[in-house]
C-alpha cells in the first residue's frame, strides 16, 4: 500500500476547534510533488483553503476522505527542524498550530520572478581579442572583472571595474562580452561578488577580554553541545567584532550561524560589518523587506547559499538545518517579544533551538536583564565580562541637571541651560550631538481650557498625539484628524497643547540653533523602505549635526563624530505604572549613554530628570550595573515579581462591552477550581487601554512561582472556555508579558 496516499494537513485556520491534523487523499498526479512543509489547496467545508503538510500515512483516521486541490508551491514553506519548533511554539505560547506554522513558515511567493540582462564573456575567443583588449586598458579591465564575477548586469559590472556603460558597451559590441536575460534574486542588498571569509589583514586586534571571551565561546561551539554565554560588555567594549569571530568559528566547522538585533534600524550598520567579513555568505531577514526579497532570501537560506543569517525577531525561525550559533544582540531590549499571537519571546525560541540542534547561545548587552543576570548567578550560563572599552577609551561623563531646579529659576523650555551650553559648545566644536527623548509625535496631549476636554480617538481609549502638520494621530490605529480650530463640545478657541514628542525638540533646536543641521529618527520619519539607513547615514557621514530619535537611537549605533548625548527626559519610562520601570530606565540610560565618545574624542552624556535621586538613574549615571542589580533584585524578591515569579495575562476583547466584561468573568471561573494556592489572579477589570481598533478590553493577570503551573492551569482554561462560550469575544493569553497595557 502507497505509503504517501494520504497527506496529513494542518489548515490555516487559526481556531481552536480546527487545531487538528485533518487526512486528505493525494491524488496520484501529485504524489511526486509533494512533501512535508508544502503548502496546498485542499476543500474545507464549503470553502476553499490553504494548509501545510506536515506528514503522510497511508491509512486515513477517517472515512471518505477530500482530495488535495493543488500544490501552492513545490518547495517547503519550513524544514523539520522547524516543524518540530512550531510544535514546541503551540504548547510554549497556547496558540494553535496554525498560527505557530504562519510564524515559522517561509514567505509566500510574491509576484513573478524578475528577469535582468546579465553579462557573460563570450564561450569562444574573439579574433584579434587579444590586441583589442592590449589597446584600451579600461575595457581590459572590465573584460578581466566579468570573467571573475560572470552574472552581473551591465551597470554593476561597470561600477565595480570603475568604468563608464559606453566601455562595457563597446566589448558586447565587438563580441568579447555576451548578455543573456535570466531570473535574478531579489536581495536587499547588492551582491558582493565574494562567498568566501575575508582574509585577517587589517582585522582589529582583540584586547584580552575579548579574547578570553572568544576562547570560551570556541570551546563551546568544539564541544558540539547547546551552551549558553553572556557576553556582559559595557557600551563600546567590542562586542560586534567577538560575534563576528564566533561566526567564523563556527563556519570553519561546517556549522551555520544566526544573529539577532532588536531594531531594524541596526541591520543597516551590523549587515556592512558582517558583509565586509562574509561577502555573500550573509542573508538579511526582517519585515521592512519587500515581499519578493524576503522570499528570495528564504530560498537562499533554505538552498544552503547563506549561512550566515542576520535579523530582527523573526529571523530567528531561519530555516537553517545546521545551526551551530546563534547570537542574541541587545538581549535586554523588549521588542524582542512578539506582542501578536503566537507571543513568544525572541531568546526563548533561541534557547529552544539551540536545545534541539546542538548550538551555542550567545546573549549581549551591557545591561542585562534582570532574568537573565539571574540565571548566570545560577549557572544557567556562562558569563562573560568585557569591562573595559576598546582602545581603552573612557566611559563617557555623566551630568545629571534637576529640571525642578530649573523650573524654580523660571526655565519653563524642553531644554535645561546646561544642556544648551554644551550643545553650542560641541557644534562649535564641529562635534555631533544625539538628544533622545522615547515619545515621538509634537505634544501628547490636546486639550479644551474653557471645559477640560481631551481629544481622544474615536476607536481607541486614548488620547490622539498632536503631530507638527497639523493633524491628531492615535498611535494604535493610526486613525487620524485635523486639529480643530475650536473645541468640538464648547466651541471654545482656547486649546492647548500638553507634553512633548521628538518633532517638540526638533521644532525648538531648530529655534535655538538655526545653522545645525538636524535629522530625526523615529517611527513617523522611517515609514518607508530604507528611511532609516538613509537617516543614519546622513548622520555619519557627517551630512547633519544633531539627531533626535526615541529608542532607535538607543541601541547599539557606532557613530565615532558623536561627543554628546542628551537625554531630554529621564522620567518618561521611569514613572511609568510597570514593575520593570526602573530596569527600563537604567537600560534605556546607559544604552544612550554609551552613543558617546566611541571615537577619539571623548563622550559627554547630560541627562535630565524630577527624580535625580532615584537609584535607577544614579546607577546609570556610574555605569555601575551590579549596582542597580543588588537594589533592583532586593525590591523584586520583597514583592514576588519575577524573576521570583512568573507572570501571565489573559485578555478578553470584542465589539460588544457587556459580551466581554461577562466573558472574562467566565475566563475566571474556569480558573477557579484548579487555581490553588500557589495561583494569585488578579481581576477581571477593564485593561489600561480598554478599547482598541473600536474592541472593549478586560484582562486578567496571574502570578505563580513558576511559569509551568500557570501554563498548564490556563490550557485547561482556555480549552473549557472555547467548548463552552459562545460569546463572540477573542481570547487572547502572553505568558511572561513585557508590557500591561
Known amino acids: 500500500m502507497d505509503e504517501r496516499a494520504y497527506a496529513e494537513v494542518i489548515v490555516d485556520l487559526p481556531v481552536a476547534n480546527t487545531d487538528k491534523i485533518f487526512h486528505y487523499h493525494v491524488p496520484p498526479h501529485l504524489r511526486a510533488s509533494l512533501q512535508q512543509g508544502v503548502r496546498v489547496q485542499v476543500p474545507f467545508g464549503s470553502k476553499r483553503l490553504t494548509g501545510f503538510v506536515v506528514g503522510f500515512s497511508h491509512k486515513p483516521a477517517v472515512s471518505p476522505t477530500k482530495d488535495i486541490l493543488a500544490v501552492v508551491d513545490g518547495q517547503p514553506a519550513f524544514t523539520p527542524e ?31 520572478a524578475r528577469f535582468a540582462d546579465q553579462v557573460y564573456p563570450a564561450d569562444s575567443p574573439v579574433e584579434g581579442e587579444g590586441r583589442l583588449l592590449e589597446r584600451a586598458p579600461k575595457q581590459a579591465v572590465a573584460w578581466r572583472v566579468a570573467r571573475e564575477f560572470p552574472g552581473l548586469t551591465r551597470s554593476q559590472l561597470a561600477a565595480r571595474a570603475g568604468v563608464s556603460l559606453h566601455v562595457v558597451n563597446a566589448l558586447i559590441g565587438k563580441g568579447v562580452l555576451t548578455l543573456a536575460r535570466r531570473a535574478v534574486t531579489r536581495r536587499p542588498y547588492p551582491a558582493t561578488g565574494r562567498a568566501g571569509i575575508a582574509s585577517k589583514a587589517g582585522l582589529p586586534v582583540l584586547t584580552k577580554e575579548q579574547l578570553t571571551a572568544l576562547e570560551a565561546i570556541t570551546n563551546g561551539l568544539e564541544s558540539g553541545e547547546r551552551q549558553v554565554f553572556l557576553v556582559h560588555g559595557v557600551t563600546g567594549s567590542g562586542k560586534t567584532e567577538v560575534y563576528i569571530r564566533s561566526v567564523v568559528s563556527v563556519l570553519s566547522r561546517g556549522r551555520q550561524a544566526l544573529v539577532l538585533v532588536p531594531e531594524i534600524a541596526l541591520t543597516g550598520q551590523m549587515v556592512k560589518q558582517f558583509r565586509e567579513r562574509f561577502g555573500d555568505q550573509v542573508a538579511v531577514l526582517h519585515s521592512r523587506l519587500g515581499s519578493g526579497e524576503r522570499y528570495d532570501e528564504w530560498r537562499r537560506i533554505y538552498d544552503g547559499k547563506a549561512p550566515v543569517v542576520l535579523g530582527a525577531r523573526s529571523a530567528v525561525f531561519a530555516p537553517l538545518p545546521d545551526l551551530g550559533l546563534i547570537i542574541v544582540d541587545e538581549e535586554h531590549e523588549p521588542s524582542y517579544k512578539q506582542e501578536e499571537d503566537p ?97 515621538r509625535g509634537y505634544s501628547s496631549v490636546v486639550l479644551c481650557r474653557e471645559c477640560g476636554l481631551v481629544m481622544r480617538c474615536p476607536h481607541c481609549a486614548i488620547s490622539l498625539t498632536h503631530h507638527r502638520d497639523g493633524l491628531l494621530r492615535c498611535h494604535y490605529c493610526n486613525h487620524q484628524s485635523w486639529l480643530p480650530a475650536q473645541c468640538p463640545s464648547c466651541r ?120 535625580p535621586e532615584h537609584y535607577s538613574i544614579l546607577a546609570a549615571v556610574e555605569h555601575n550595573y551590579e549596582q542597580f542589580f543588588i537594589r533592583e533584585m532586593n525590591m523584586r524578591r520583597k514583592l514576588q515579581y519575577p524573576p521570583f515569579s512568573s507572570l501571565a495575562r489573559v485578555v478578553v476583547r470584542g465589539l460588544d462591552e457587556n459580551e466581554v466584561r461577562e466573558s472574562s468573568r467566565v475566563f475566571k471561573r474556569n480558573l477557579m477550581p484548579s487555581s490553588g494556592d500557589r495561583v494569585q489572579i488578579m481581576g477581571p477589570a477593564p485593561a489600561p487601554v480598554s478599547r482598541i481598533k473600536d474592541q472593549y478590553r478586560w484582562h486578567l493577570v496571574l502570578k505563580a512561582p513558576q511559569a509551568r503551573i500557570l501554563r498548564n492551569l490556563l490550557r485547561d482554561a482556555l480549552e473549557r472556555f472555547e467548548r463552552l462560550s459562545r460569546q463572540r469575544v477573542t481570547v487572547s493569553i502572553d505568558i511572561d508579558p513585557e508590557y500591561i497595557n
Request: hydrophobic share 40%; charged share 25%; glycine share 8%.
Open 82 to 112: 522547524l516543524y518540530a519548533l512550531a510544535r514546541w511554539l503551540s504548547q510554549r505560547c497556547l496558540c494553535t498550530m496554525a498560527r505557530a506554522l504562519r510564524a515559522i513558515a517561509a514567505p509566500s511567493r510574491s509576484g513573478s
Open 343 to 439: 507571543k513568544y519571546h525572541t531568546r526563548d525560541v533561541a534557547f529552544a533551538r539551540a536545545t534541539m540542534q546542538n548550538a551555542v547561545v550567545v546573549l549581549g548587552t551591557a545591561t542585562p536583564s534582570l532574568k537573565t543576570f539571574a540565571r548566570t548567578i545560577k549557572g544557567g550560563a556562562g558569563l562573560l565580562k568585557l569591562d573595559h572599552r576598546v582602545e581603552n577609551r573612557p566611559m563617557p561623563r555623566v551630568t545629571l541637571v534637576d529640571l525642578r531646579d530649573e523650573y524654580r529659576a523660571g526655565n519653563r523650555r524642553v531644554f535645561s541651560r546646561y544642556l544648551v551650553g554644551r550643545i553650542s559648545e560641541k557644534l562649535a566644536q564641529k562635534e555631533q550631538v544625539i538628544l533622545f527623548l522615547n515619545r
Open 492 to 611: 471654545s478657541s482656547y486649546l492647548t497643547t500638553l507634553g512633548t514628542g521628538t518633532q517638540k525638540v526638533e521644532e525648538e533646536v531648530e529655534r535655538l540653533f538655526p545653522g545645525a543641521r538636524v535629522v530625526r529618527m523615529d517611527s513617523d520619519t522611517v515609514t518607508r523602505k530604507n528611511a532609516h539607513e538613509r537617516i543614519l547615514h546622513t548622520f555619519t557621514s557627517g551630512q547633519a549635526d544633531i539627531m533626535i530619535g526615541t529608542q532607535m537611537v538607543a541601541k547599539g549605533l557606532d557613530i565615532p563624530g558623536v561627543t554628546l548625548v542628551g537625554v531630554i527626559s529621564a522620567d518618561t519610562s521611569l514613572l511609568l505604572p510597570d514593575f520593570r520601570a526602573a530596569e527600563r530606565t537604567f537600560q534605556l540610560i546607559t544604552q544612550v549613554a554609551g552613543r558617546a565618545g566611541r571615537g577619539d574624542l571623548k563622550g559627554e552624556v547630560v541627562v535630565q530628570t524630577y527624580c
